[in-house]
């Protein structure tokens, strides 16, 4: 079946730097993708969305990159700061189906060092 | 507007036993969904409910049911509790199906 996939599961980063984190999909016909944000013993939070009529929208201190051609979504987070520090989870919307209608992937944790 | 809230929190139960669990969506907001989340596993889909009737359900065994009500608050229940039911339980609800889905904090059920 159709899946979302990360390419790293851990990430650790400096407070203030950039942080990139990578999603991968593999259902061409995904129209809109979501990204989440847990912190540890929180339900996911919705971060920002996009749409696949676009290739980057912005939010405050993110910016979502989607690029269909390689089938590959971004969340790119600008001075990342401890509060950051959470697990990242990217879900493609899915028309039914078993898995329900968001499709997640198993996520991305990311730490920032102070 | 409030968010997603979900009853009890925590939850301690013994094997055999059954156990419901209560979430209350976002006003205004008719679509519920509800996901089981282990280290293991990671979020896996259970059942969404729409307009009081499950939509769609996962690949759950039967002892994994759930409910909505006219006001859209949902229940889920587990029946014949095993020791691998242990999981955060999340609840999510979206204004249509197909649209963002915001979760609660979760219950957390611990199986002994």
């Known amino acids: 079946g159709e899946s979302v996939g990360l390419h790293l599961p851990t990430l650790s980063v400096q407070e203030g730097d950039n942080s990139i984190i990578n999603c991968a999909y593999s259902?061409?016909?995904?129209?809109?993708f979501i990204w989440y944000k847990q912190e540890s013993g929180k339900g996911p939070q919705f971060i920002i969305d996009i749409r696949s009529n676009m290739d980057k929208r912005q939010g405050q201190r993110v910016t979502v990159l989607l690029n269909k051609t390689v089938k590959h979504l971004s969340l790119q987070i600008a001075a990342t700061q401890p509060g950051d520090s959470a697990v990242y989870f990217c879900?493609?919307?899915?028309?039914?189906?078993?898995?329900?209608?968001?499709?997640f992937g198993k996520g991305t944790k990311l730490s920032v060092k102070p | 507007k409030a968010g997603v809230t979900q009853t009890p929190r925590y939850l301690i139960k013994t094997r055999g036993q059954q156990v419901t669990l209560s979430c209350s969506p976002i006003?205004?907001?008719?679509?519920v969904s509800w996901y089981q989340q282990t280290p293991g596993q990671g979020l896996q889909f259970l059942f969404e409910y729409f307009s009081e009737t499950q939509r769609n359900k996962g690949n759950f065994p039967g002892r994994f049911s759930g409910r909505q009500f006219s006001n859209s608050r949902s229940e889920m229940n587990v029946s014949t509790l095993e020791l691998g039911d242990s999981a955060l339980y999340l609840c999510a609800s979206s204004v249509d199906r197909w649209e963002t889905q915001y979760f609660g904090p979760g219950t957390r059920l611990l199986v002994l």
């Open positions: 006003s205004g907001h008719r679509s």
């Open positions: 259902n061409s016909a995904s129209d809109y």
């Open positions: 879900a493609e919307l899915n028309y039914g189906g078993s898995q329900g209608n968001l499709i």
